[in-house]
């Protein structure tokens, strides 16, 4: 990782220039580099305090309390509850790479540099580290702890013979070469004779699912750590955008961690797991700001896995000189965006017979998202530029009003306005029909949503709630008027405190059901809504929960069973998670967006 102290030497390229530049292997033999060089040249001084005479001299460490617990960052956009790494024991299938380079003009000494990971192999013998990390004569000593000279170590330590990594990789680029930088290790047999596999087992690689991944990151942060001690950070990965690549947040990931794993999974009491990551990619895996709490994987792809093959197979293959990135997953932004979601509005937009989903911004842009009808998303499109009169839209519904092929969006502006767009998908958001004029008591509409209540089999009904608390359900909203009203709930009702409705079928009756976010963070489901009454009360949330930070929500039929009972909910930080399959209670959680 490319961190504030990298210009130190901890932690940049172990090669020579000509390796440094990428398309040079450079190859520690086994010939002149043997168990007892290493242990005569690591001394635990050398250990300690090797720095790379070419580069300035390293600062002075921070103080034990202050070497992870640092300050908030100064970014704006950083949660302040953004997690933290945290000291830990180790993993003993992980641990740090010391090389020692020479140079025909320059002897270059490095200090544990990088971190890396034993990974399974038919013979027992590999590593997985990021490419800036390859090359030079280098140990790899697992589960490293530095109060113990190299032959001492708890499970040894373990010379590293070969590497793979792909030609075409530029060391710490900031271009879509970044993807590529991932490398493997062939480690020669320990002093006894055995392989580090078989002494401290192997973690399995997989590909990465997707941008969004709860990970557990591992790493050795020795810029910031005199005592050179392992740390952990579980986080929540997302997309790096324009690159094949991951990325998350957490403090305390200073230069010494490149290289190091993203567990999916992790057994600690076998000390192996399941990667599918690695501190690496775009400008050595940071940022240009050289902060520490924003790290990049490579995402692991076809590429990542022919290199892991030719890795297991001993061959070193020329992969050329171009780079033709990916088919980039889709990815719909970050936190940061979402956070600014106002209005939300489920329906069938796009023809194609899957739940999409519609969003206002605060500054009134309009943008439709396209379902894949398996809980996610595919892609978006503009439907209105921002500073527009959508800015004064106060709310939203998607239903069938109009009898047309697609969803139609009802909207509530500030001023009273009502209008039905019929078919917005298609037709987009101009004209429409104006079922209520500026000025009209509809100013005092504080929430819509659309349902089934009994009346039809389509969703053409209205609830209301009022500014005064009165609950009303229009049945039978169409293009003509906004049909009968039935008043649920009088004036000055509880229904005051209701702060966000929507509406799905989530219990399988006749009729539809009402979701509502109260002011005090309750949640709270009325099943079976019709023109005699909201339905039966059910909490699913109490006072004071997390849910007073839902600012937003709307239900749909978003994956492939057909019925409108997935809850789409946006948090205060940007969070927007899919309750796919919720009933009484809710379902399971799907992030789509993780929090800023």
């Known amino acids: 990782m490319a961190g ?3 210009t130190n030497g901890t932690e940049g390229p172990s090669a020579s220039p000509s390796a440094s530049a990428g398309g040079s292997r450079t190859e520690g033999g086994n010939g002149d580099w043997s168990d007892a060089d290493a242990i005569r040249f690591w001394t635990p001084e050398r250990m300690a305090s090797a720095t790379d005479p070419a580069q300035p001299a390293r600062q002075a460490a921070p103080s034990a309390e202050a070497r992870l617990r640092r300050a908030a960052p100064a970014d704006p956009g950083v949660a302040a509850d953004m997690p933290t790494a945290e000291h830990i024991r180790g993993l003993k299938s992980v641990g740090t790479i010391f090389t020692y380079d020479t140079d025909p003009t320059t002897e270059r000494m490095h200090a544990h540099k990088c971190t890396a990971s034993v990974v399974e192999s038919p013979g027992h013998d590999l590593i997985l580290t990021a490419g800036h990390c390859s090359g030079g004569k280098a140990v790899f000593v697992p589960m490293y702890a530095a109060e113990y000279a190299l032959d001492k170590q708890t499970f040894g330590f373990y010379r590293i013979s070969d590497w793979f990594f792909d030609d075409r990789y530029v060391h710490n680029t900031k271009k879509p070469l970044s993807d590529l930088d991932f490398a493997f290790g062939r480690l020669a047999p320990s002093e006894s004779g055995k392989q580090a596999q078989d002494v401290v087992g192997a973690n399995k690689l997989l590909r990465t699912p997707g941008y969004l991944n709860k990970v557990t990151m591992l790493g050795y942060p020795s810029s910031h750590d005199a005592e050179d001690r392992p740390v952990r950070c579980p986080t929540q990965t ?6 094949y690549q991951i990325q998350a947040k957490c403090r305390g990931m200073w230069s010494g961690v490149s290289g190091g794993p993203w567990f999916s999974q992790v057994d600690w009491a076998k000390g192996t797991g399941e990667i599918i990551g690695n ?3 775009y400008h050595g895996g940071g940022n240009d700001a050289n902060v520490d709490w924003l790290t990049y994987s490579p995402m692991y792809g076809d590429w990542f896995f022919r290199l892991y093959d030719e890795a297991k197979n001993n061959q070193h293959v020329t992969h050329g000189s171009s780079y033709d990135q990916p088919a980039l997953p889709y990815s719909m932004g970050g936190g940061e965006t979402w956070s600014h979601a106002k209005l939300l509005a489920s329906g069938e937009y796009t023809g194609d017979g899957k739940g999409d989903l519609i969003v206002v911004w605060t500054d009134g842009e309009v943008t439709l998202y396209t379902g894949d009808g398996n809980g996610g998303f595919t892609g978006e499109r503009r439907l209105a530029a921002p500073h527009g009169a959508w800015q004064h839209a106060k709310s939203i519904t998607g239903g069938d ?6 969803s139609d969006l009802l909207v509530v502006f500030d001023s009273g306005e009502v209008r039905l767009l019929p078919d917005v998908g298609t037709k987009g958001m101009d004209g ?7 000025g009209s008591i509809w100013s005092h509409a504080d929430q819509i949503t659309a349902g089934s209540f009994g009346t039809a089999k389509y969703v053409s009904d209205l609830l209301v709630r009022w500014s005064d608390g009165e609950v009303t359900d229009y049945t039978g909203l169409g293009d003509k008027g906004f049909g009968t009203e039935h008043q649920l709930e009088k004036p000055k009702s509880a229904w005051t405190d209701a702060t966000l409705v929507t509406a799905g079928d989530f219990t399988g009756g006749n009729n539809w059901d009402t979701l509502v976010r109260w002011s005090d963070g309750r949640l709270s489901q009325f099943q079976e809504t019709g023109p005699g009454g909201v339905g ?8 004071g929960s997390i849910w007073s930070h839902d600012s937003v929500m709307t239900a749909g039929s978003y994956d492939s ?4 009972d997935d809850l789409v909910v946006c948090w205060s930080d940007g969070k927007t998670a899919m309750y796919t399959h919720t009933g009484a209670t809710f379902g399971i959680e799907h992030m789509l967006v993780a929090p800023k």
């Open 4 to 6: 504030p102290s990298a």
């Open 238 to 243: 997302e997309a790096l955008p324009g690159f």
């Open 279 to 281: 501190v690496g990619g």
């Open 401 to 406: 009003f109009s009898g047309g092929t697609g």
């Open 432 to 438: 429409g029909i104006e079922l209520a004029d500026a």
């Open 536 to 543: 039966k009360e059910v909490q699913m949330a109490p006072a």
């Open 561 to 564: 069973n057909g019925r409108p």
